[in-house]
């Protein structure tokens, strides 16, 4: 878990979410930490640049196709 729902438009919802997180230290450090985890798998510098190299071949590909 790395952060909480709320309800769209619903500005009780966020307030309600932001008082746990001021009131419940563990919770705001856990998704803290979780956070910063998922940024470092999901949007590395290595992950995004295999993620670019593969959407680049397959554009050059998908061109070389329809000469």
Excluded: W
Excluded at 17 to 36: A, D, M, Q, R, T
């Amino acid at each position: 878990e790395n952060g909480l729902l709320c309800e769209p438009k619903n500005s009780n919802s966020l307030a309600k979410n932001i008082l746990e997180l001021i009131e419940n230290k563990k919770l705001s450090k856990s998704l803290s930490i979780n956070s910063i985890n998922t940024i470092k798998n999901k949007f590395s510098i290595q992950r995004t640049g295999k993620q670019n190299l593969l959407y680049y071949k397959k554009c050059i590909d998908n061109f070389k196709n329809k000469k």
